[in-house]
């Protein structure tokens, strides 16, 4: 099975900034990967697919790139409505699996 | 508009059995792969199972031989049976879409929540 690691398990950070999240497959996934964005009590929502694909919609502050066991998560410019929890998840094969979440706060 | 709507939550015992639904609107259900995924209180997403659109399924290895993921494509509703039901199977359960070719999770529903107890 593959184990996704993601780093830092949480981050604090002001409007206007830009950060990083990684994501770290145990084993080669090529670009399948996937981000979510994840409010309180709400489901998650797609972001990302296939490491580096912007979901509809999705504003163009978000960008994701990588590939084979190393993924980055991009917020170029921080907005009050983006401080949430974010999940990578690897779309390679069965059983499909989840970061275990990075919470970026204020 | 595209919706996904689970329901079939609830209270159960240990050992006891449960079983979600999904009803599906707004697109096509028969033509797409659909999942179940579920989160325990402030915890990571967690995949359950996935069934394919000629009905072949996968399960975690949590949860096979005890949940069964069935779909009804005349009716557009997504089933997940759980049998002997443990207090690590408590948590809100998300049924979501399958993005064709990506796997990745581009509908999902606002969850149901499955607590189990005694």
């Known amino acids: 099975d593959i184990q996704m690691t993601q780093s830092p398990s949480s981050v604090s950070a002001s409007v206007g900034d830009r950060i990083t999240i990684t994501c770290r497959a145990s084993q080669g996934i090529s670009t399948w990967l996937a981000w979510y964005q994840q409010k309180p009590g709400k489901a998650p929502k797609l972001l990302i697919y296939a490491a580096s694909n912007l979901q509809n919609g999705v504003p163009s502050r978000f960008s994701g790139s990588g590939a084979g066991k190393d993924f980055t998560l991009t917020i170029s410019s921080l907005q009050p409505e983006d401080f949430a929890t974010y999940f990578c998840q690897q779309t390679f094969n069965f059983p499909l699996s989840f970061g275990q979440g990075t919470r970026l706060e204020i | 508009e595209v919706q996904l709507v689970e329901s079939g939550g609830g209270l159960v015992q240990p050992g006891g059995s449960l079983r979600l639904s999904c009803s599906a609107s707004g697109f096509i259900f028969s033509s797409y792969d659909m999942h179940w995924v579920r989160q325990a209180a402030g915890k990571a997403l967690e995949w359950v199972a996935t069934?394919?659109?000629?009905?072949?399924?996968y399960y975690a290895g949590s949860v096979k031989g005890r949940f069964t993921m069935s779909r009804d494509n005349a009716g557009d509703f997504l089933y997940l049976q759980m049998n002997n039901l443990g207090a690590g199977d408590t948590a809100t359960y998300y049924c979501?879409?399958?993005?064709?070719?990506?796997?990745?999770?581009?509908?999902w529903g606002k969850g149901t929540t499955v607590t189990v107890s005694s």
């Open positions: 069934i394919g659109v000629p009905g072949d399924t």
């Open positions: 979501a879409r399958d993005l064709t070719g990506h796997r990745a999770l581009d509908v």
